[in-house]
Each structure stands twice: as C-alpha cells, then as structure tokens.
C-alpha cells in the first residue's frame, strides 16, 4: 500500500521558516521524481518544486525561487520543502506527489500570519 504522509506544517509569521517532510512508504522511492504542490483556498493546485531520484531540480515556481528548496534523503524515502523568508501568500496546503501521477499524500497546512 502506499502512502505519502506530509508533515511539518503550521503557523509563522512572515519572514519565518518552516521545513515541510514528506515519508513514503510501499514505492521504490529511490527511483521516482517527487514533487510539492500547494492549493491554497479559491485556488487551483499548483506546482512548487520538483526534484528527480538523482537530487536534481526539474521545476520550482517563480514565486518561490530563491526562498524555498526541494530536497530529498533516499536511504529515509523522504522528501523536504525547506521554506525561508515566509510570505502570508504562501499560506496554503502543502502536498506531496509522486511526480506524474495520482499519488497524493493528505497535505499539511501552512499559515502565515502575524
């Protein structure tokens, strides 16, 4: 069975950090792609960054850049969203995804807000 469990989410205030993991479990993760989407209220899923099984960065969104890094730890089948410099627009919740499928984890919220 697989499962994608996020977590790390919460409350910060602008300018904060906060680093988002994401656990995967019955998929050989050493070998897939992975990605963190955000959906923030009214708004459709969109893509944040990407990362493939060798560690290199396919996609990050403009929004982003300069702010947030995608990274992951294969011997942990863990995948991080370390996000720096927080703006109340990145307030959303954060998915995890095997990249070019239906794999979802169930997301964790980020709130930031002073």
């Known amino acids: 069975q697989v499962q994608l469990v996020e977590s790390g989410g919460g409350l910060v205030q602008p300018g904060g950090s906060l680093r988002l993991s994401c656990a995967a479990s019955?998929?050989?993760?050493?070998?897939?792609?992975m990605a963190w989407y955000r959906q923030a209220p009214g708004n459709l899923r969109e893509l944040v960054a990407a990362?493939?099984?060798?560690?290199?960065?396919?996609n990050i969104a403009d929004s982003v850049k300069g702010r947030f890094t995608i990274s992951r730890d294969n011997a942990k089948n863990t995948v991080y969203l370390q996000m720096n410099s927080l703006k109340p627009e990145d307030t959303a919740v954060y998915y995890c995804?095997?990249?070019?499928?239906?794999?979802w984890g169930q997301g964790t919220q980020v709130t930031v807000t002073s």
């Open positions: 990362i493939t099984k060798r560690g290199e960065i396919t």
């Open positions: 019955g998929v050989l993760f050493s070998s897939l792609t």
């Open positions: 995804n095997v990249a070019g499928t239906t794999l």
